[in-house]
């Protein structure tokens, strides 16, 4: 399961020229939370062409996260492959660029984008646990565990990879793993709508139906209408009824 996709928004360490003694108020509004600001600001920073290619590959990548976050994937993803053909050691430009082909069912090419990022940076938990997760909703799921047990080996506390490999075991009828995992997601995450859903899953699968009903209805509680739904397209597909 993905977390929050704001890690290109605070990328500050790598600015460079200068920016740490006087800030750019463009280059502070470019990593600002205001989303129509931001892409003002990026824009105006790429444009002017001033800086370094790596600080350059930030500023389009902070401009592609708006433009996610806005639903406008087709520039999201035009953003990110900027920053890659400017930095092709961003790592986080690879992962959050899978994510965007993710988010729009396209497996393969998500993974092929998690797989570089997790090269670069081969200690990154984050990017085994993208490998984990998105093997999974490509039906991969035996595939997807490896990934999970080097996320949780290079992590033990990172949230998100109880969450795919709860997924994973899910699908390879691990019943008893899966729950283990969505309940240690569900005890640090507690407002996690896919880790809701998911659970729901295995406790229909076990005949739990009432205890399934609720966690339905949580992860329901827990999304917007357009994120319930991608739920439901994208793991609801896996339900044993």
């Known amino acids: 399961m993905r977390t929050l996709q704001a890690a290109v928004a ?3 360490a790598l600015l460079a020229t200068g920016a740490a003694a006087q800030p750019d108020p463009y280059w502070l509004a470019c990593r600002g939370q205001d989303l129509a600001q931001r892409i003002s600001a990026c824009t105006i920073v790429i444009r002017a062409g001033s800086d370094t290619p790596a600080n350059l590959a930030i500023a389009h990548s902070n401009r592609a996260y708006a433009y996610e976050e806005q639903g406008d994937l087709r520039r999201a993803i035009e953003d990110y492959s900027e920053a890659i053909r400017l930095n ?4 986080e430009a690879y992962d959050s660029r899978g994510y965007v ?6 497996y393969e090419r998500a993974l092929g984008d998690y797989n570089q990022a997790a090269a670069i940076e081969p200690g990154n938990a984050t990017y085994w646990n993208s490998r984990c997760w998105v093997k999974s909703l490509a039906n991969r799921p035996r595939e997807a565990l490896a990934d999970c047990e080097q996320a949780l080996r290079l992590d033990p506390d990172h949230s998100a990879a109880h969450d795919s490999r709860a997924l994973a075991r899910f699908m390879t009828g691990d019943l008893t793993g899966a729950r283990t ?3 240690i997601r569900l005890r640090t995450e507690t407002n996690a709508a896919w880790s809701y859903y998911g659970r729901a899953m295995v406790r229909e699968a076990a005949g739990d139906r009432t205890g399934a009903a609720e966690d339905f209805a949580a992860a329901r509680n827990a999304a917007d209408p357009a994120e319930f739904a991608r739920i439901e397209r994208q793991i609801g597909k896996f339900r044993k009824k």
């Open 10 to 12: 605070v990328s500050v």
């Open 88 to 91: 092709p050691r961003y790592a």
């Open 181 to 183: 995992d969505y309940d």
């Open 101 to 106: 082909y993710e988010k729009q069912d396209q």
